[in-house]
């Protein structure tokens, strides 16, 4: 079943259509079918670990941390350890003191550079696909 919390099929697609390719194409070179490929970026199947580095090379991206963050969710999910908070708007309404915002600057600065550019890509995809519902729903 697809989960939202997994980060690695928005960035599969993502990096994809950045190359220009097709999901045909990728399939081709991990030598699978399109609709298995497909299944990686719809998040009903998470990829083997040498599919993963396959797709690190076909793409240009290191996708290990997304990976490994997909898993991890994915084994909570079957533990059903996620259920603190089903409705993701509840983040919404806790309001944000400046505070909050000068411990979340300094963690930030501990946070190794490639882990930042891949959290930096995480946030952008989330903006874009935000903003491309909204827009559906005016």
Not at 41 to 50: C, F
Request: net charge negative.
């Amino acid at each position: 079943m697809p989960n939202e919390n997994y980060p690695l099929p928005k960035l599969l697609r993502y990096f994809r259509e950045k190359k220009q390719m097709t999901q045909a194409e990728v399939a081709e070179q991990l030598s699978i079918s399109r609709s298995g490929y497909a299944n990686y970026e719809s998040g009903r199947i998470l990829p083997g670990i040498e599919h993963i580095a396959k797709l690190s090379k076909i793409l240009d991206h290191d996708f290990l941390f997304a990976y490994s963050m997909s898993l991890k969710n994915a084994e909570q999910d079957n533990y059903n350890l996620i259920e603190a908070v089903s409705d993701p708007s509840a983040y919404q309404a806790v309001p944000v003191r400046k505070e909050t915002i000068t411990d979340l600057i300094n963690q930030l600065k501990e946070v190794p550079t490639w882990e930042l550019e891949l959290l930096k890509t995480y946030v952008q995809l989330y903006c874009n696909e935000k903003n491309e519902k909204e827009k559906k729903n005016i």
